[in-house]
């Protein structure tokens, strides 16, 4: 099974699992949750969002709005 459908279907079972069974999963990865990177203060990162937002303000980047996306969404599907 692939990780995209394994995450789905983890997703939708924390979402309805009972407060127990919650708390026990969070417990199993409780340690790893707290270790992760906080981005807002990995530097790379933030280097990364400073570049992207210079490209979009500059007009370097083209980008969609909302509407346009789900018109191309929708055009792909049908295609």
């Known amino acids: 099974m692939a990780a995209t459908a394994i995450r789905d279907r983890l997703y939708d079972y ?9 708390k ?4 199993m990865v409780e340690e790893e949750i707290n270790e992760q990177i906080n981005l807002w203060e ?6 990364e969002i400073d570049m992207r937002l210079d490209e979009y303000e500059s007009g370097i980047v083209k980008t969609s709005t ?4 789900k018109q191309k ?3 792909a599907k049908k295609g």
């Open 66 to 69: 909302w509407e346009e996306v």
């Open 42 to 47: 990995d530097k790379d990162f933030l280097k």
């Open 24 to 27: 026990a999963i969070y417990t």
């Open 73 to 75: 969404a929708k055009l």
């Open 14 to 22: 924390i979402r309805y699992a009972d407060e127990k069974k919650v």
